[in-house]
């Protein structure tokens, strides 16, 4: 079966630095990966997706995730984090079969220090 | 365009009560879904529906219906509350040329005491 591992449940980080939140899948085919935010007391927002091409994919707010089919991972990241990006992250792929759900990650809780 | 909205934003219900929450999307889109989200658990699809009159279930069915009348409505209905349905409720959907990509409501958290 389908499923979507994010390995950290929390992490924290200054403003200003590099962010890497690890997302890594169990796929048999060619996955269709997805990042959402959710920001508190509010619904999730699309960040980014990856269906297929170019493995290096550009979100909204400056995110970026990579997919790497060798490692079965689909990590996001940003260079300068923004006290506004404290919010929890989703990673997500579709779960395949008649349906469009989706599979998702447990996710994880970003921090961000002044 | 409102998108998708939920409503009530938040209730607090009794053990054996019932209720309705209502998720309206004014996308035209197809698809609609039912998910709920648990602590440390992420999401999990509860009911979903490819267009009016179509349903079907998801990975936790039990303990809810829902009904889709109308392409705009997606209600899920709550028979005999249980404590084990203290949760928060995402309602979202998506088109039918992009199925993949969902738009999320902003939720109804509910507590059964």
């Known amino acids: 079966a389908q499923s979507v591992t994010q390995p950290d449940i929390h992490i924290t980080v200054s403003e200003g630095a590099s962010l890497e939140l690890r997302c890594n899948y169990s796929?048999?085919?060619?996955?269709?990966l997805f990042w959402y935010v959710q920001s508190p007391g509010q619904g999730l927002q699309l960040l980014l997706k990856?269906?297929?091409?170019?493995?290096l994919v550009q979100g909204i707010k400056g995110f970026e995730a990579e997919f790497k089919r060798s490692q079965s991972s689909f990590n996001l990241r940003k260079p300068s984090v923004h006290w506004s990006d404290a919010a929890e992250y989703f990673c997500?792929?579709?779960?395949?079969?008649?349906?469009?759900?989706?599979?998702f990650g447990t996710g994880t809780l970003l921090a961000v220090q002044p | 365009n409102a998108g998708v909205t939920q409503t009530p934003k938040f209730r607090i219900l009794k053990i054996g009560q019932s209720m309705t929450l209502q998720c309206a999307q004014d996308?035209?889109?197809?698809?609609m879904y039912w998910y709920r989200q648990d602590p440390g658990m992420g999401l999990k699809l509860i009911y979903y529906?490819?267009?009016?009159?179509?349903?079907d279930k998801g990975e936790v069915p039990n303990g809810y219906n829902v009904s889709r009348s109308t392409t705009e409505d997606f209600p899920l209905r709550l028979e005999l509350a249980a404590p084990s349905q203290t949760s928060v409720y995402f309602c979202?959907?998506?088109?039918?040329?992009?199925?993949?990509?969902?738009?999320f409501g902003p939720g109804t958290r509910l507590t059964v005491l």
């Open positions: 979202a959907s998506s088109n039918m040329t992009s199925v993949y990509t969902q738009y």
């Open positions: 796929y048999g085919a060619t996955p269709y």
């Open positions: 990856y269906f297929s091409g170019d493995t």
């Open positions: 997500a792929v579709v779960g395949g079969g008649a349906t469009n759900k989706l599979i």
């Open positions: 996308m035209n889109h197809n698809y």
């Open positions: 529906s490819v267009g009016a009159g179509i349903t």
